[in-house]
Structures are given as C-alpha cells and as structure tokens.
C-alpha cells in the first residue's frame, strides 16, 4: 500500500509539472500572438492607434495578465503602457527591477540588434507592487522607430 501511494504521489508529481510546463509554455505562445498582432496593427493602421489602444486598460491588446507595452528605438522610454501611464514619456535609462535588469534598455537593444526575442526581469504584477519574475518578447515595427512587447509572470 505504501508503494502504491508514493508511486501515485510521484505520477501527481510529474503529471503537475508537466502541467506547469504546458501552462508557462501556452503564455509563452500568447504574449508572442500578442506582439505579432500589435505590430500588425502598427503596420496597418500606424502607431498612433496602435499607441492608443495599447494604452487602452479595456482595450484589445490585454488579456488576463498579458498586455502589450511599446516603445522607441532612439531614446530610453516608454510611448505605451496601459498599467503604468505615469512611465510614459519618461527617462527610463537609470532604471532597473532591483535585481540588476536594466529592462527599458534591453527591450530597445533587442529590437535594434535583432528584431525580435525574449528577455527576463523582475515587475509587479498589475494592481500590486510586489515584484515577479517575468519574460518578454519585444519585437521591432517594420519601418517604425518603435518596438512593442508583451510578458508573462513566470512565478
């Protein structure tokens, strides 16, 4: 009996992180849809809607914890962010998360560089201050001077 229950206790287990696994890898997928979809619009209909919506807290660009964020490539700041409207526009240069992750700055040395990919820092998740451990996937706008993101909390 005993074996019984730690052979179950072991296949709950695995059954959970594979479960997890699933879960961080599907958000993983929806944050980079996000992205695609927000620099789709900018393309289509230009960045000043694509601004607005972005900033938008009822707006398309947010679903559960995932939102789309965007920025330029010329300076170190944000144009959208629908949580945090009080960043926007502001020098953003000297900040990190606390943990050494200068984030505005590698959101906008990703685009340049490489156009797109993922990176990984530390922010509250909306409506608390408590830090998280979060991914991103920020990826440039064809033909703009601006990239667009998205995360997830990986925690």
């Known amino acids: 009996m005993t074996r019984n229950v730690k052979f179950i206790s072991a296949l709950i287990t695995v059954i959970l992180l594979f479960s997890a696994g699933t879960l961080i890898a599907d958000e993983a997928a929806e944050a980079k849809a996000l992205v695609e979809q927000g620099v789709i619009m900018a393309i289509t209909q230009g960045e000043e809607a694509t ?22 490539l010329d300076r170190i700041t944000m144009t959208a962010h629908p949580y945090k409207p009080h960043i926007v526009n502001t020098d953003l240069s000297t900040f990190n998360d606390g943990y050494g992750n200068y984030l505005f700055f590698e959101f906008a040395k990703i685009a340049l560089e490489d156009g797109a990919g993922w990176t990984e820092y530390w922010w509250p998740k909306p409506g608390t201050e408590k830090l998280s451990h979060k991914r ?4 440039k706008v064809p033909g703009e001077d601006m990239y667009i993101g998205c995360g997830y909390y990986a925690d």
């Open 51 to 72: 601004l607005k919506a972005i900033q938008d807290v009822n707006g398309p660009f947010i679903k559960g914890d995932l939102y789309l964020f965007a920025g330029p």
């Open 136 to 139: 991103s996937y920020v990826m």
